[in-house]
Nanobody
């Protein structure tokens, strides 16, 4: 597991944008794929997007539909999630996590991960 700190959430109107950041705590993520997940009130945590350790491969959940972009800056050891065209249904706590491969992040049920950071709250008003 890679301890992480998420930031960048906030309150935004529908149609607005936010950029979330995920930084590892005390360890580089260069050897890991990194992913973003979210959990809305009363719902299970779900996969949002993932990026390979090199940054060369990315994968998105269908509901992203070109609105979100995942990126990484290995020099800063930070993974970003750019959220555009936000909708009220995007309201959730957003978390990031590490996986050995992109496939692990995409296929492993979030409930199977042993570690989660504190997340960052995104609230979209209508």
């Amino acid at each position: 597991q890679v301890p992480v700190v998420e930031s960048g959430g906030g309150l935004v109107q529908a149609g607005g944008s936010l950029r979330l950041a995920c930084e590892p705590s005390g360890r580089s993520f260069s050897n890991y794929a990194m992913g973003w997940f979210r959990q809305a009130p009363g719902k299970e945590r779900e996969f949002v997007a993932a990026i390979s350790g090199t940054g060369g491969n990315k994968y998105y959940a269908d509901f992203v539909k070109g609105r979100f972009t995942i990126s990484s800056d290995n020099a800063k050891s930070t993974v970003y999630l750019q959220l555009n065209s936000l909708k009220p249904e995007d309201t959730a706590v957003y978390y990031c996590n590490a996986g050995a491969t992109l496939g692990v992040l995409i296929t492993t049920p979030p409930s199977r991960f042993d570690y989660w950071g504190q997340g960052t709250q995104v609230t979209v008003s209508s």
